[in-house]
T-cell receptor
Framework: GIQVEQSPPDLILQEGANSTLRCNFSDSVNNLQWFHQNPWGQLINLFYIPSGTKQNGRLSATTVATERYSLLYISSSQTTDSGVYFCAAGSNYKLTFGKGTLLTVNP | ETGVTQSPTHLIKTRGQQVTLRCSSQ?????VSWYQQALGQGPQFIFQYYREEENGRGNFPPRFSGLQFPNYSSELNVNALELDDSALYLCASSLTHRQKETQYFGPGTRLLVL
């Protein structure tokens, strides 16, 4: 099955800094999603992005399907951005998740 | 539009017992997937239901079973609970079973097996 690797595993930032989270996947996919998991466990959809580039406010994402990676950019980070960010990829009926990136934004 | 809901929010069981978790899909969605998230890990796919039939299954034993009802809500049943079944159980719904659809997740059920 598809393997998904995320980096870095942990990231600590000062408020206002920018960051880039990376997701590598092992095979071609037709579904790739980025999620933010809040402290209560809820997975919040950020992007559905099997290819191309999307932006939503301070967040943007790019997936280069031919090279099997996706990037999540967070600009001008805020303390409320803290939490775990997951990338999930799929080519049939299931999503395979990476281990996540734990982001801590300090005031 | 109502999002994905799950019940109960928390549950404590003892080893060997059976448990049923429930999920209501987002309005208009006919596909439900279940995931298990152990502490510190990413969610792992258990199975998917589409139009009341199991549409795919991950690497979980048969004591993990499910149902989907005509209104597309779903249940996850786990028999003979083991300590390692302690986890956050997440339900996701999507518009169809085709993979090119965004999956929307519910808030989860935290299960503790003692």
């Amino acid at each position: 099955g598809i393997q998904v690797e995320q980096s870095p595993p942990d990231l600590i930032l000062q408020e206002g800094a920018n960051s880039t989270l990376r997701c590598n996947f092992s095979d071609s996919v037709n579904n790739l999603q980025w999620f933010h998991q809040n402290p209560w466990g809820q997975l919040i959809n950020l992007f559905y992005i099997p290819s191309g580039t999307k932006q939503n406010g301070r967040l943007s994402a790019t997936t280069v399907a031919t090279e099997r990676y996706s990037l999540l950019y967070i600009s001008s980070s805020q303390t409320t951005d803290s939490g775990v960010y997951f990338c999930a990829a799929g080519s049939n009926y299931k999503l395979t998740f990476g281990k996540g990136t734990l982001l801590t934004v300090n005031p | 539009e109502t999002g994905v809901t799950q019940s109960p929010t928390h549950l404590i069981k003892t080893r060997g017992q059976q448990v049923t978790l429930r999920c209501s899909s987002q309005s208009g969605h006919n596909t439900v997937s279940w995931y298990q998230q152990a502490l510190g890990q990413g969610p792992q796919f258990i199975f998917q239901y589409y139009r009341e039939e199991e549409n795919g299954r991950g690497n979980f034993p048969p004591r993990f079973s499910g149902l989907q009802f005509p209104n597309y809500s779903s249940e996850l049943n786990v028999n003979a609970l083991e300590l390692d079944d302690s986890a956050l159980y997440l339900c996701a719904s999507s518009l169809t079973h085709r993979q090119k659809e965004t999956q929307y997740f519910g808030p989860g059920t935290r299960l503790l097996v003692l």
